[in-house]
C-alpha cells in the first residue's frame, strides 16, 4: 500500500486502484483519466450510516452531489440507500435519469430560478432547502398552482467562522447563503413560513464550511441553531422534527492534513446535538448530514501523461502532464495541495523533487509544487490522489481541451462511466456567423 493512501503496488511495481494496473488503465483510455475506486466509494457511504446506526439516532445521509455527479456515481449512492443533496436543474436531471428516488432528494442554492423549483415541486422531491424570501415567494405561487405541497427546511447562517479557506466558508455572518440569524431575518422567514400551509416546515439547515478537520465548529453551531429552535418552540409551540447540519468533513490530500475518522466525526456531531437538546429542553431532532468530498474525494485518482520538462538550474525543475487546471481548477482557485506518485515507478526509490505543472497558457496551472519523485522521463504516468471532488465537476473548456473520461473499478473490473469528450463535442453548440 502506498504510504497513507489506500491503493497497492502490483509485483510490476506500478500503483494499482480497486484491483486494476493504473498503468493498463491510462493505456486502454488514454489520459488525462479520473479512476474511481466504487468499493472505497461505498465503504465512506457505510461508515457514515453506520456510525449514526451504532448511536440509536435517527438521521439522513444525503451525498452531496456537486462534489462529482455522474448518472454511475448516482446509482452507486443510490444502492446505498443515502439521500441525495443537489444543487441545480441539471444535477436534479441528472438524479432522474439515474432513476433516483424522488422523496430522497434535497434541493439547495442561493438563487434558485422558477423553472429548477417547478421541476423539483412537479418531481415530488422530499425537500427543499430555502435560502431567500425571493424563494418562499415563488415556492408559494407555485404550490398554489400545482395544487401540491413540500417539505421545506431554512438555511441559516449561525456567525460562525471555521478554520478553513476563506472562498468556502459559509456559515459566517457575511455570506450569499441563507437567513441571518442575529439580525431578525431568520425570524421573519419562520413566521412567514408559518402562514403557508402548503410548506411543511422541517427545520433549520446550517452549513459552515468546507475542508474541516474538526467538530468544534459543528458544536458551536449546534448551540445556535438550539437556541433559537427553543425560542420558536417556547413562543410558537412549533416542534423542529431535522437539525441538518450540512457536510465539509475534511479527507487527507496530503501527509500534512489529518481528518477525524468518519465514526469519529458523526459521534462528537451526535454527542453535541443531544447536549443541546437536553439543555434547550428541545425533542432530539433527525440529524442530517451531506458529505460530499468525503464520500467522493479520497476514492479518485487522476492519471496524467508526463511531457516536457525544463530545468531552472539553482531554481526548479518543472514536468509537464497532459492536464491541468481545466480538470483540477482547485490548485489554482484554493492554493489547493495534492500528494502523487509515478504510477509506472510506484516503488522505485526517490531522487528528485519536481514541480508537476499543467498544459494551460497560465503561468498560475501548477498541480503540485515540489514533489518527491523517482527519476522522471517523459511518457511516465502520474497519478495524483484525492481528485475524486471536484475534479470533474468543476471542469472546464478553456484553452479548448476537451474533459476527460472517468473509470469506475470494482473487484478487479473496469468501466467506463464519463466518455472522453472529442473536439466535436466541443464546438457541436458553436452558430457560424454570416
Not at 479520473?34 to 449514526?52: M, P, Q, S
Not at 469506475?408 to 466518455?419: A, P, S
Given at each position: 500500500?502506498?504510504?497513507?493512501?489506500?491503493?497497492?503496488?502490483?509485483?510490476?511495481?506500478?500503483?494499482?486502484?480497486?484491483?486494476?494496473?493504473?498503468?493498463?488503465?491510462?493505456?486502454?483510455?488514454?489520459?488525462?483519466?479520473?479512476?474511481?475506486?466504487?468499493?472505497?466509494?461505498?465503504?465512506?457511504?457505510?461508515?457514515?450510516?453506520?456510525?449514526?446506526?451504532?448511536?440509536?439516532?435517527?438521521?439522513?445521509?444525503?451525498?452531496?452531489?456537486?462534489?462529482?455527479?455522474?448518472?454511475?456515481?448516482?446509482?452507486?449512492?443510490?444502492?446505498?440507500?443515502?439521500?441525495?443533496?443537489?444543487?441545480?436543474?441539471?444535477?436534479?436531471?441528472?438524479?432522474?435519469?439515474?432513476?433516483?428516488?424522488?422523496?430522497?432528494?434535497?434541493?439547495?442554492?442561493?438563487?434558485?430560478?422558477?423553472?429548477?423549483?417547478?421541476?423539483?415541486?412537479?418531481?415530488?422531491?422530499?425537500?427543499?432547502?430555502?435560502?431567500?424570501?425571493?424563494?418562499?415567494?415563488?415556492i408559494t405561487h407555485l404550490l398554489e398552482e400545482k395544487?401540491?405541497?413540500?417539505?421545506?427546511?431554512?438555511?441559516?447562517?449561525?456567525?460562525?467562522?471555521?478554520?478553513?479557506?476563506?472562498?468556502?466558508?459559509?456559515?459566517?455572518?457575511?455570506?450569499?447563503?441563507?437567513?441571518?440569524?442575529?439580525?431578525?431575518?431568520?425570524?421573519?422567514?419562520?413566521?412567514?413560513?408559518?402562514?403557508?400551509?402548503?410548506?411543511?416546515?422541517?427545520?433549520?439547515?446550517?452549513?459552515?464550511?468546507?475542508?474541516?478537520?474538526?467538530?468544534?465548529?459543528?458544536?458551536?453551531?449546534?448551540?445556535?441553531?438550539?437556541?433559537?429552535?427553543?425560542?420558536?418552540?417556547?413562543?410558537?409551540?412549533?416542534?423542529?422534527?431535522?437539525?441538518?447540519?450540512?457536510?465539509?468533513?475534511?479527507?487527507?490530500?496530503?501527509?500534512?492534513?489529518?481528518?477525524?475518522?468518519?465514526?469519529?466525526?458523526?459521534?462528537?456531531?451526535?454527542?453535541?446535538?443531544?447536549?443541546?437538546?437536553?439543555?434547550?429542553?428541545?425533542?432530539?431532532?433527525?440529524?442530517?448530514?451531506?458529505?460530499?468530498?468525503?464520500?467522493?474525494?479520497?476514492?479518485?485518482?487522476?492519471?496524467?501523461?508526463?511531457?516536457?520538462?525544463?530545468?531552472?538550474?539553482?531554481?526548479?525543475?518543472?514536468?509537464?502532464?497532459?492536464?491541468?487546471?481545466?480538470?483540477?481548477?482547485?490548485?489554482?482557485?484554493?492554493?489547493?495541495?495534492?500528494?502523487?506518485?509515478?504510477?509506472?515507478?510506484?516503488?522505485?526509490?526517490?531522487?528528485?523533487?519536481?514541480?508537476?505543472?499543467?498544459?494551460?497558457?497560465?503561468?498560475?496551472?501548477?498541480?503540485?509544487?515540489?514533489?518527491?519523485?523517482?527519476?522522471?522521463?517523459?511518457?511516465?504516468?502520474?497519478?495524483?490522489?484525492?481528485t475524486g471532488a471536484y475534479g470533474y465537476a468543476m471542469?472546464?473548456?478553456?484553452?479548448?481541451?476537451?474533459?476527460?473520461?472517468?473509470?469506475?473499478?470494482?473487484?478487479?473490473?473496469?468501466?467506463?462511466?464519463?466518455?472522453?469528450?472529442?473536439?466535436?463535442?466541443?464546438?457541436?453548440?458553436?452558430?457560424?456567423?454570416?
Open positions: 500500500m502506498t504510504v497513507d493512501h489506500p491503493f497497492n503496488i502490483n509485483e510490476s511495481g506500478h500503483l494499482t486502484i480497486g484491483g486494476m494496473d493504473t498503468i493498463q488503465l491510462s493505456r486502454k483510455y488514454g489520459t488525462p483519466l479520473y479512476v474511481y475506486d466504487v468499493a472505497l466509494i461505498r465503504e465512506n457511504c457505510r461508515a457514515f450510516v453506520k456510525a449514526f446506526q451504532e448511536h440509536g439516532v435517527k438521521a439522513q445521509v444525503a451525498y452531496a452531489s456537486k462534489a462529482f455527479s455522474s448518472i454511475a456515481m448516482l446509482q452507486v449512492i443510490k444502492q446505498e440507500g443515502l439521500s441525495l443533496d443537489v444543487v441545480s436543474q441539471g444535477e436534479l436531471y441528472t438524479a432522474l435519469q439515474a432513476d433516483f428516488p424522488p422523496d430522497r432528494i434535497h434541493m439547495h442554492g442561493n438563487n434558485k430560478s422558477y423553472a429548477e423549483l417547478a421541476m423539483a415541486i412537479e418531481e415530488g422531491i422530499g425537500c427543499i432547502v430555502i435560502d431567500n424570501f425571493h424563494e418562499i415567494n415563488l395544487d401540491t405541497n413540500i417539505n421545506v427546511l431554512m438555511r441559516v447562517t449561525p456567525g460562525i467562522e471555521p478554520d478553513t479557506h476563506q472562498y468556502i466558508k459559509t456559515g459566517n455572518d457575511d455570506s450569499k447563503f441563507g437567513f441571518n440569524l442575529t439580525n431578525g431575518q431568520a425570524d421573519q422567514a419562520f413566521l412567514q413560513f408559518q402562514e403557508q400551509p402548503r410548506m411543511h416546515f422541517l427545520g433549520l439547515h446550517s452549513h459552515i464550511g468546507s475542508q474541516l478537520f474538526e467538530t468544534d465548529s459543528f458544536v458551536l453551531a449546534s448551540r445556535v441553531l438550539f437556541e433559537k429552535l427553543a425560542a420558536w418552540q417556547e413562543q410558537y409551540s412549533v416542534v423542529p422534527e431535522v437539525l441538518n447540519l450540512g457536510g465539509g468533513f475534511g479527507i487527507r490530500y496530503t501527509k500534512q492534513d489529518q481528518p477525524l475518522s468518519y465514526t469519529e466525526h458523526v459521534r462528537q456531531i451526535i454527542g453535541a446535538v443531544k447536549k443541546q437538546a437536553a439543555s434547550f429542553g428541545v425533542p432530539l431532532p433527525e440529524i442530517w448530514i451531506e458529505p460530499g468530498r468525503s464520500i467522493a474525494g479520497n476514492a479518485g485518482i487522476t492519471l496524467y501523461t508526463v511531457g516536457s520538462m525544463k530545468d531552472i538550474p539553482g531554481v526548479r525543475r518543472y514536468i509537464s502532464v497532459d492536464g491541468g487546471m481545466t480538470d483540477n481548477i482547485r490548485p489554482a482557485l484554493y492554493q489547493a495541495e495534492y500528494d502523487a506518485v509515478l504510477a509506472n515507478k510506484a516503488e522505485q526509490p526517490l531522487e528528485d523533487t519536481v514541480s508537476v505543472a499543467g498544459k494551460c497558457c497560465e503561468s498560475g496551472d501548477m498541480l503540485i509544487w515540489n514533489l518527491p519523485v523517482p527519476a522522471v522521463d517523459h511518457l511516465d504516468t502520474l497519478a495524483v490522489f484525492s471542469a472546464s473548456h478553456y484553452n479548448r481541451f476537451p474533459n476527460p473520461a472517468a473509470v469506475f473499478v470494482e473487484n478487479g473490473q473496469d468501466q467506463l462511466v464519463i466518455r472522453r469528450e472529442t473536439y466535436h463535442d466541443m464546438v457541436k453548440n458553436d452558430v457560424s456567423y454570416e
